[in-house]
């Protein structure tokens, strides 16, 4: 009776396996590549060098009045920091997706991160929001009023990752969406805040957000 029993206990902790391996395989594509564990570490290092940099423009502003009045030498540096944090993480967003990718074998084959990337609904989501953001950059360098620049790359990466976060059905797209979408607003409504205190409290906090927010359980 016993030995019967172990065995109507094994056989259903196997099903129970085959079942929870099935429910993996068929878990989309697009939300295996862009669970938030895989960008915690981008977001959290991109929210550091953003804010890091915007105090540091901050700071020169109010040293010398205006940037372009710093010496070149501190120019060039600070120039040279934002080209050398900026590469640094692109490279490191690069290997986060690679290790993910690798991680997840066949499933995450390149034809199928491909046709999850520019499916259908992700095209006419996100396509949409950075061809509308690209024209009315374009119109504020035409007018020059770059200062309202801030608040609309904010939106449309808060449109971006509300999108992001409706289909991959995870908070920290969402939260964080949220974030970049109401602080621009508040960027529009007070335009006597410095341009880089906005960059600072809008993309800065918004990406250190995503960063520390824990991980979905799915």
């Not at 502003?61 to 900026?86: C, D, H, N, W």
Request: glycine residues 6%; charged residues 15%.
């Amino acid at each position: 009776m016993t030995n019967t029993t172990n065995q109507q206990l094994t056989e259903m902790m196997e099903e129970i396996q085959s079942i929870k391996s099935i429910i993996n395989q068929k878990k989309p594509v697009l939300h295996v590549l862009l669970h938030p564990k895989h960008l915690k570490l981008f977001m959290l290092l991109t929210g550091v060098g953003v804010s890091v940099l915007s105090l540091a423009y901050y700071y020169l502003e109010q040293r010398y009045g205006v940037f372009r009045a710093s010496p070149e030498s501190i120019r060039q540096v600070f120039k040279g920091l934002v080209i050398a944090i900026g590469t640094a993480l692109f490279a490191l967003l690069f290997i986060l997706w690679s290790r993910s990718i690798k991680k997840n074998g066949g499933k995450l084959a390149g034809e199928h991160v491909m046709s999850a990337l520019f499916s259908f609904r992700v095209i006419n989501l996100l396509l949409p929001v950075r061809f509308l953001a690209f024209v009315l950059i374009l119109y504020c360098i035409d007018k020059e009023t770059y200062y309202y620049i801030i608040p609309i790359l904010s939106i449309a990466i808060g449109l971006q990752f509300n999108f992001l976060g409706c289909m991959t059905e995870t908070k920290n797209y969402v939260v964080s969406g949220y974030w970049f979408i109401l602080t621009a607003i508040i960027v529009f409504l007070f335009t006597s805040i410095p341009a880089s205190l906005a960059v600072l409290i809008s993309l800065g906090c918004g990406s250190l957000l995503f960063g520390i927010l824990p991980n979905p359980e799915k």
